[in-house]
């Protein structure tokens, strides 16, 4: 069965995924730019522990001929006070040190391809039911079913209501009793349908794969909005 409102929500996460994909693409580009320009400019020298405490560390070194002292957001259990570390310094600003390169960027840049990534392929999921859709209108073997009834399709609210499906039964020659579902319906359906059959499309080597056209069963519906 192929969901209208499924492929809405295909298309329309799909699109959220790729415009955030892209923003966060752009902003981690930009960043990663300019700081492999500043990291150019940073100094590295070798620091003294002078104290390890639970959230930072405490360090002594020197920079452009001064000793300083900074804390460095950085603890390693296998550290102790005497033992020396690599940090990175600013020539404009050698009081501020720390022991790693920042990758803040590199993470929004990451963070923002898997986003992408993700959008394009619900994008191509939206295509490939659309496809497939418009397949079985074309090549699908078209049967008549009858209706048997109305369900609640608790997997699509909105709202604070859910989805209708219109529930109906066809017996193969075979013998074997097949239901199909239609795509959620978000109107009440009325109570004297058009018919009491509706058309379905089916892949003949697989009957799961289908497409309930209620068109053929249902009036059309016009919703008018006073405002």
Same mark, same amino acid.
């Given at each position: 069965m192929f969901s209208k409102s499924a492929k809405q929500l295909y298309r329309q996460v799909g699109t959220l995924f790729l415009l955030v994909g892209i923003l966060f693409v752009i902003i981690g580009s930009v960043g990663m730019a300019h700081q492999a320009v500043a990291r150019h400019t940073l100094q590295t020298t070798e620091a003294e522990i002078l104290s390890v405490h639970s959230g930072y560390t405490e360090v002594r070194y020197f920079a452009e001929g001064q000793l300083y002292t900074?804390? @460095?957001? =950085?603890?390693?259990?296998?550290?102790?006070?005497?033992?020396?570390v690599k940090i990175y310094y600013e020539l404009e600003h050698p009081e501020k040190a720390s022991v790693k390169l920042p990758f803040f960027f590199e993470v929004f840049f990451?963070?923002?391809?898997?986003?992408?990534?993700?959008?394009i392929c619900l994008k191509r999921q939206d295509t490939i039911l659309e496809r497939k859709k418009q397949?079985? @209108?074309? =090549?699908?073997?078209?049967?008549?079913?009858?209706?048997?009834?109305?369900?609640?399709d608790y997997h699509f609210r909105r709202n604070y209501s859910y989805a209708k499906t219109l529930v109906c039964q066809y017996g193969a020659p075979d013998g074997t009793i097949h239901i199909f579902k239609s795509e959620p319906i978000w109107v009440d359906l009325p109570n004297d349908l058009k018919s009491e059959t509706v058309i379905v499309y089916i892949n003949q080597e697989d009957f799961s794969n289908y497409y309930v056209d209620l068109s053929s069963v249902m009036p059309a519906i016009k919703v008018h909005r006073n405002w």
């Open positions: 900074a804390e @460095l957001n =950085y603890r390693s259990t296998s550290q102790r006070a005497g033992d020396k990451l963070t923002g391809t898997v986003v992408l990534i993700a959008g397949y079985l @209108l074309k =090549y699908g073997k078209r049967i008549s079913a009858k209706v048997i009834g109305v369900e609640t």
